[in-house]
């Protein structure tokens, strides 16, 4: 005859709930699989020849949802690997008790008196419905989503001693998390949030009250409504402590997320690390392991169709609790990061909600640096000065028109026998033109100025260029060290994860204590490193403010540059890689480049307009002193008033007009100057030649410079796809030595050099694609021509350009 074993299975299927008993170890997982296949191995035969019981497990839950469908599927396919080999498996549908007390106590009821006769159970309403049950006709597993701080166990007890009872507790803990959230934040006030059912089914009023009956800070408890909008919820809480919402959707739960952190506040979560990678800024819970909590059920199955009683079945299932926080939350609610949290809290980046008013991609930081930049504002002023020089050398052929008036007394005995032509008082006025027909050094000296301002331009265009550069390098020194940071950080997690293994490699006997006091060493140095990364980050940040001339505490952020993707999709880089690839027209592609970049660099220019006001000063201190100088002038005088002695022009002599004028025609030639000409000439002359020899440096630097940054082009190429290559290769051997060392099969060392080669080479992977765009920016000043500061057509005008020199050399 057939033999029948009934299993009843209470099931609250909510990931939410499930996935708060998940740990980090999984490697764990792998020796117990192994352990079970050998098993398998060993018994086959035996069991071949038996007949298989059929064992049908009963589900219960407090709810069902599409959501949950596949993790119950994945329950039911781990029960039937474990127990597959004992016993047939047959599930019957889950029943849900919608979070109703008295309709869970009647499916609990109904399920014992139907053909599935033992039990295992998840879920609040569940729990506390079989807590209240004084005996139970048929086995039951319980799986405790009732916080723990509400099951109280005799020291040293393991087991239910329950007959036909056991369940499963795992530690989560209500004011474990309290003070674990203190521990970063002294709050004074914190708003529990709970779902609405459980404010009515567990005394969560009388918990709370007495954890803060010897505490300085207060709470509220709110109840969470479903759509997560809890806007006109609170009030003076100065932070939240999530400890519901585990069936929320992710809109709800976006919802709930928003409203916290639109209002600043720092929030804690009681369930998972997954809502702290959603927005929540911490919680105490690692990461989880469904396998493990699934497995335990599926062993716990087994054991009690093999007789066990599940009152004997182990309790707790035991894993750390690791603080975990969200940096971008951090950020956004302005939320201080102590260094000292490094060593204890994992820091996650989490999805980020918040974006800096100041996020500045490579464009806005080149306009930036032309508008706002000081050192070009300077150089402006020097063009301003030079256009002033050139209206004062034209200012010599303006007329110079005088006016003046004086006053006179005169001796009274010399004004009587002056005969009227020197009264005692008198008062007269003249008005007097002067005008610079020609004048060859004036007319030089505007040839010179206008040829001396035009080069004060190309100054200013040599120093633009150079400013956009140096943005340029201050925007990617960011971004690499912004990256460096990152990577620093999950190095520094790494370890933890490292540490983590030697000390349960320790504690099993498989290693010694002194591996544990390596990695607890190279867990200081990496959070040494990682504050150092983030100082020099910031560092970064203050050059691109003092480029731009922001505030120099300014909070900003870079956006990252990709190749070939956003603000460079139309870069026009790819065309040139397919060129730099190949050693035939590379040196085609050299060439082009050293043409554009003597025909754009304004250090050229300005050395051209320079040499033009050296030749004309040569030529006015040598042809130009035998041309004259002409000038016209001019004068009228007006006597206005006579009095006193003398004023009377005596009887007989001539009355003199009162206004008379004179004009003269001036022509003047230098004979001799101090040998001044002469000097001048020479002195011209030794400027031309050195003009020309900084030409030719010029042009030897530009030649030089463009062929070197032509061959970095082509080393960044090849290192952006080797890097990335070893990137890979050291993830997977750093993966497979951890499970080796974990396993007793390496030794330390070996561990610590994959975990160095990886570090390495991340930094080498994730800066190639920075230093490939840093090399093409430093060979864009070198040619002076900016592909992002010009538009499509010129860009696509400079391409075809390098295509036609390029085939006319093929």
């Not at 740990?23 to 020849?49: C, D, H, W």
């Not at 499916?107 to 506390?128: C, E, K, Q, R, T």
């Not at 010399?414 to 610079?436: D, H, W, Y």
């Not at 080393?715 to 974990?742: H, W």
Request: charged share 20%; glycine share 6%.
């Amino acid at each position: 005859m057939k033999n029948n074993t009934h299993i009843i299975l209470i099931l609250t299927t909510n990931y939410y709930e499930i996935s708060m008993i998940e740990r980090v170890g999984n490697k764990m997982q792998n020796i117990k699989r192994s352990i079970l296949i050998i098993l398998f191995l060993f018994v086959t035969s035996g069991l071949s020849a038996q007949v298989k019981k059929t064992v049908t497990i009963g589900i219960l839950a407090d709810e069902t949802s599409a959501e949950n469908a596949p993790l119950l599927e994945k329950l039911q396919n781990e029960i039937t690997v474990v127990v597959g080999q004992d016993a047939n498996v047959i599930f019957k549908e889950p029943v849900e008790n919608g979070f109703d007390l008295r309709r869970a106590k009647a499916n609990y009821l109904a399920m014992v008196s139907s053909d599935a006769d033992i039990i295992l159970a998840f879920g609040v309403i569940n729990n506390i419905a079989l807590y209240q049950e004084k005996s139970y006709a048929k086995p039951v597993i319980v799986f405790g989503s009732v916080n723990g701080d509400f099951i109280e166990l005799e020291e040293g007890q393991t087991t239910s001693g329950i007959n036909n009872l056991a369940y499963i507790i795992t530690p989560i803990s209500y004011s474990g998390d309290l003070d674990a959230f203190k521990s970063i934040y002294d709050f004074k006030k914190v708003a529990i949030l709970v779902d609405d059912y459980l404010i009515g089914a567990l005394p969560l009023k009388q918990l709370f009250d007495d954890y803060f009956a010897d505490k300085e800070s207060t709470y509220s408890l709110v109840a969470l409504p479903t759509d997560g909008n809890i806007a006109n919820l609170l009030g003076d809480e100065d932070a939240i402590y999530l400890a519901g919402g585990f069936a929320f959707s992710d809109a709800a739960f976006e919802t709930l997320v928003s409203e916290i952190n639109a209002r600043r506040l720092p929030s804690f979560s009681a369930s998972k690390k997954q809502d702290v990678e959603k927005g929540i800024l911490a919680t105490n819970q690692p990461e989880t392991n469904i396998d493990q909590f699934f497995r335990r059920i599926a062993l716990n199955v087994e054991s009690i169709v093999n007789g066990t009683n599940p009152s004997d079945l182990p309790l707790r299932l035991e894993y750390k609790n690791r603080l975990s926080l969200n940096f971008n939350t951090a950020k956004e609610i302005q939320f201080p990061l102590r260094y000292s949290m490094l060593g204890t809290v994992d820091i996650v980046g989490g999805e980020s909600r918040f974006t800096s008013e100041n996020a500045y991609s490579l464009l806005d930081i080149m306009n930036g640096v032309i508008g706002r930049n000081l050192s070009l504002e300077v150089e402006r002023r020097n063009i301003d000065l030079s256009i002033q020089d050139v209206k004062t050398a034209k200012s010599n052929f303006y007329p110079d028109v005088t006016a003046s008036a004086t006053g006179l007394y005169v001796d009274p005995r010399i004004a009587e026998i002056s005969n009227g032509a020197s009264p005692e008082f008198s008062t007269a006025g003249s008005v007097g033109l002067q005008q610079l027909l020609y004048s060859e050094a004036a007319a030089a000296g505007i040839t010179i100025q206008e040829n001396l301002q035009k080069a004060q331009i190309e100054t200013y265009n040599a120093a633009e260029l150079d400013a956009i550069l140096n943005g340029s390098v201050a925007y990617f020194n960011a971004l690499i060290l912004k990256t460096n940071a990152k990577i620093q950080a999950e190095n520094l997690e790494v370890t933890k994860e490292n540490l983590e293994i030697s000390e349960q490699n320790f504690e099993a006997g498989a290693s010694g204590k002194s591996d544990v006091l390596r990695f607890r060493s190279q867990l200081a140095q990496n959070i040494q490193t990682l504050i150092e990364a983030g100082n020099q980050l910031n560092q970064a940040y203050f050059t691109v403010n003092q480029l731009m001339n922001n505030p120099i505490d300014t909070e900003i952020d870079i956006q990252d540059a990709v190749i070939s993707e956003g603000l460079f999709s139309n870069y026009r880089y790819e065309d040139f890689l397919e060129i730099l690839d190949d050693p035939k027209l590379r040196p085609f592609l050299v060439d082009f480049l050293i043409e554009e970049a003597k025909k754009n660099a304004p250090e050229l220019r300005g050395i051209g307009y320079n040499l033009e006001a050296t030749l004309r000063s040569y030529r006015l201190s040598s042809s130009g002193r035998f041309v004259p100088t002409v000038a016209l002038q001019g004068q009228y005088n007006l006597a206005l008033t006579e009095s006193g002695e003398g004023s009377t022009i005596p009887t007989g002599f001539p009355v003199p007009p009162d206004g008379t004028y004179n004009f003269g025609l001036n022509l003047s030639l230098p004979i001799f100057r101090q040998n001044l000409n002469n000097i001048g000439r020479q002195t011209a002359k030794i400027q031309e030649d050195q003009l020309n020899i900084q030409k030719d440096n010029i042009d030897l630097n530009i030649e030089t410079n463009v062929n070197a940054l032509v061959l970095d082009l082509t080393n960044e190429i090849a290192n952006i796809q080797i890097s990335k290559i070893a990137e890979e290769a050291a993830k997977e051997s750093l993966d497979l030595t951890q499970i080796a060392y974990s396993e007793g099969a390496v030794p330390l060392i070996q561990l610590i050099d994959a975990q160095t080669n990886y570090l390495q080479s991340q930094l080498a992977s994730a800066t190639a694609n920075y230093n490939y765009l840093l090399a093409s920016m430093q060979l864009e000043r070198a040619i002076g021509y900016f592909f992002l500061m010009n538009s499509d057509e010129n860009n696509q005008d400079f391409i075809q350009r390098a295509r036609t020199f390029i085939l006319s050399r093929n």
